[in-house]
Every structure is written in C-alpha cells, then in structure tokens.
C-alpha cells in the first residue's frame, strides 16, 4: 500500500477513515464501513460504504491518508 495508507483488504468490515483527493483536486474525507477492495483495470480500489448507504469507490492513487478506526 500507499504511504499514509494502513487500510488492508483483511480490514473489510471495519470502519475507516479516508482523506483523498477528488477529480478536481479537492481534498475530502470519508467515514464508513470497509466494503470491498477490488483491483480494477489494475489498480485498488476500496469501496467505503457511508452512514447514508452510499458506496463511495476511491482508488488508492486518490488516497492521501487512510486508516481503520474505532
């Protein structure tokens, strides 16, 4: 992984914490639940699922910080 980055797919089901970096170049935080992390078109991808039910996808080259929380 990523520097900054202590997510791991074995993670999956816990809740995490994500800064990253949106198309614009915003800067964005994410709380959620750990969905799935795929490879997609060869790079990561985690998918967090939010307090809304929203799945937000980000892949890792967005993903400034990321960690699991309590």
Known sequence: MSPGVSIKPTDVGKRVTLQ????????????????????????????IRRRDDSLLEVPLRRVRMGRVVQ
């Open 20 to 47: 990253y970096f949106t198309d614009d170049g915003d800067r964005r935080e994410a709380v959620g639940f750990l969905e799935h992390v795929a490879v997609v078109e060869g790079e990561v991808v985690f998918h």
